[in-house]
């Protein structure tokens, strides 16, 4: 393996670190060396991948992570915690105290941004009225605050909230409790601190966007069951947007358990099963993200919806057939969260900075690269048999070799075919493709998981698409969560059998 990582992830000794000037002394990420490219070469064979998965730095992402600021992140905070309490169900008049004044602050700071980069993000409210079944049906406005930064492609973006509303759920009655402080400093102002710190460090670095569109938001009510993330998630498909990935932080800021134990140098992600979703390899994607650009602050992949018992606002968009995560600390302190004591003198704000910096490097190569390839099906390549009149013979594979087969996807220059076992949780081995959307794969697929993935003009590289795919959910009407019909679950390619993966366009 350490053989592997010098081939595709050299890391310098001599880095440059960021000030962490507020709160508990955290070991701040450092940048690795950026790594030279190697020059292009025709390759057919598979090649060993370690867990960089081949991914490339970019260096306007290396700018923008020296760009997040601590500082800045513990002001946001500082100011939101000012409110009292973010009850759904507090004070919307007031200009110093309740949920409607920290909306207000957040648009307010947003807007300020976007003037600094000539308007280039749009700020606005989504909001919708809904009952919240854990306060008996009481109605109440949910108010999500968004920074869009449109894209080449404002059809397709990328999310990336943090939750701005806080209580004292721990305590007796304490869900629907709009008086009693709530200060909500690590749940989740940190999140919602990170998050509108990120709208201003990409405002400025990417002022006329990137690839896609990205909605920094910060949603409502994820104390009274995630409906601001919901009523988001469910108005970007009803509007037709293609969600790249919705991902939220949320309780980003503390570093010591209740017994002391402290870690300040990683953190986790949570992607839900199975093991081939759009969720999983969003999972991969981060973890091999963050071997590439901090590999002095360790994600800590978790491979579950989200802890036990617990929820968090990037389910909508996994209910939904999108690639959703979580990124949250390593150490929680229960004592810190929907209490009185989630106080601001307990958060660690360059720890909160390195996860933004997790979420910089992932919105920015999400957003950078092209549409992960749609529609990506392995089928398997049947016995041979008589050639019908005028076609040519069928394969004689004997089922030991499969059909691969995906859309193309806008802007990309190319394709990567990566392959693991079963058992393994990151990608293995990578195939070159060039521009072929079919090729053949000669292996027993049975025992793996292929995945394609697209690459773009610079080298900005998708997610990848797991071949079999995974199910999506299914409406009674027989289309998927996404709207689109659910493909069949088997089935023989018509005509001779494509060429080679790895052959060449």
Known sequence: MMRVRILFCIVAASTAAWTAACGAPATVARQAAPTPAAPPRAVTALQALDQSAALRRDPSVDAALADIDPARIRRIDSM?????????????????????????????????????????????????????????????????????????????????????????????????????????????????????????????????GLAATVIFVTVAAEEQGLLGARQLAEWLHEHHYAVVAGMTDDIVGNVVAANGYTDSTSMRIFAADPDNSPSRELGRYVWSLDRVYLPNFQVVPVWRLDRIGRGGDHEPYVALGDAGLRFTERVENYNRQHLPTDDFAHVNFGYVANVARVNAITVASLAAAPAT????????????????????????????????????????????????????????EIIPLGTVTRCTLARQLDDEWAGVRAVGPGGARSMAASMPAAAAPVRNDGTSAAGRAAPPARGQPAGPPPPACGAGP
């Open 80 to 208: 939101l915690v000012s409110f009292g309490t973010r009850n759904s169900f507090s004070d919307t008049l007031s200009s110093t105290r309740g949920i409607g004044a920290a909306r207000r602050w957040i648009f307010s700071e947003l807007q300020r941004y976007s003037r600094d980069c000539g308007g280039c993000l749009r700020v606005e409210y989504n909001s919708q009225v809904q009952a919240v079944a854990r306060a008996q049906g009481r109605e109440v406005n949910i108010v999500d605050v968004l920074a869009w930064l449109p894209g080449r492609d404002t059809s397709r973006v990328v999310v990336m909230s943090g939750h701005y509303d806080s209580c004292v759920c721990g305590m007796p009655g304490g869900g629907n409790d709009s008086v009693s402080t709530a200060p909500g400093a690590d749940d989740d102002g940190s999140g919602a601190s990170a998050v509108v710190e990120l709208a201003r460090v990409f405002s400025a670095r990417y002022p006329k």
């Open 373 to 428: 390839p749609a529609n990506a099906r392995a089928t398997r390549q049947g016995r041979a048999g008589p050639p019908t009149a005028g076609s040519a013979a069928p394969s004689s594979s004997g089922g030991q070799a499969w059909t691969l087969s995906w859309d193309a996807s806008p802007g990309a220059t190319g394709y990567e075919l990566l392959v693991r076992r079963t058992t393994s949780p990151i990608w293995e």
